[in-house]
């Protein structure tokens, strides 16, 4: 049973506007949520993470919020660029790095 | 440095066959791990090891050995190839006291098993 999840496959986005991924857990003991850009015929890069302890984290374009009472997680990216389109998943750890992750979220920006 | 280094890059095999996935890095990273890939599943932790000498399982460890006598290497074996474990496998290594958010993925192996 996936502890992670994405339930959205994919997301189309025009260039310069907001993209907003969802991630939803069921385990209460993830305390370190990441996510992960990846591109075609290459492996996951790390893009940006949050601690439990926090509700927002923020890296340039990049801001990761946190609702652990809904166990939710989400990624906002504005503006949106071409060079954004990729695959992303959501992972979560429980304090002993094995990662587990979503299915993933592709995103298509649009000129 | 190369980071972490994987090969082959795609490799078909018959049923029943036996290969070893390679996975190198070298940033001394003590933990490593192998994940695969499937659609619509994300990425599942297959094995891991804290360091060398130290080996465990992860989510879908079935079918899978691994062995860590080095920093460096974490290959991956399989030891009679089933149609089940075509996939893309990618290893991955981190620092612990980087933190958590450090793993660095290879590029991935394609295995199609027919």
């Known amino acids: 049973d996936q502890q992670v999840k994405q339930n959205s496959p994919s997301l189309s986005v025009q260039e310069g506007r907001i993209s907003i991924l969802n991630c939803d857990y069921t385990n209460s003991m993830f305390d370190y949520f990441l996510w992960y850009k990846k591109y075609p015929a290459e492996g996951p890069t790390f893009l940006i993470s949050i601690s439990s302890i926090k509700d927002k984290n923020e890296d340039g374009r990049f801001t990761v919020f946190l609702n652990k009472s809904a166990k939710h997680l989400s990624l906002h990216i504005v503006p949106s660029q071409p060079g954004d389109s990729a695959v992303y998943f959501c992972a979560a750890s429980a304090d002993d790095y094995k990662l587990s992750f979503g299915a993933g979220t592709t995103v298509t920006v649009r000129a | 440095n190369a980071g972490v280094t994987q090969t082959p890059k795609f490799q078909v095999l018959k049923t029943g066959q036996s290969m070893t996935l390679q996975c190198a890095q070298d940033?001394?990273?003590?933990?490593m791990s192998w994940y695969r890939q499937d659609p619509g599943m994300g990425l599942r932790l297959i094995h891991y090891?804290?360091?060398?000498?130290?080996?465990d399982q992860g989510e879908v460890p079935n079918g899978y050995n691994v062995s860590r006598s080095t920093t460096e290497d974490f290959p991956l074996r399989l030891l009679s190839a089933a149609p089940s474990q075509t996939s893309v496998y990618f290893c991955?290594?981190?620092?612990?006291?980087?933190?958590?958010?450090?793993?660095?993925f290879g590029p991935g192996t394609r295995l199609l098993v027919l």
């Open positions: 940033m001394n990273h003590e933990y």
């Open positions: 991955a290594s981190s620092y612990p006291e980087q933190g958590k958010e450090t793993q660095y």
């Open positions: 090891s804290v360091g060398a000498g130290i080996t």
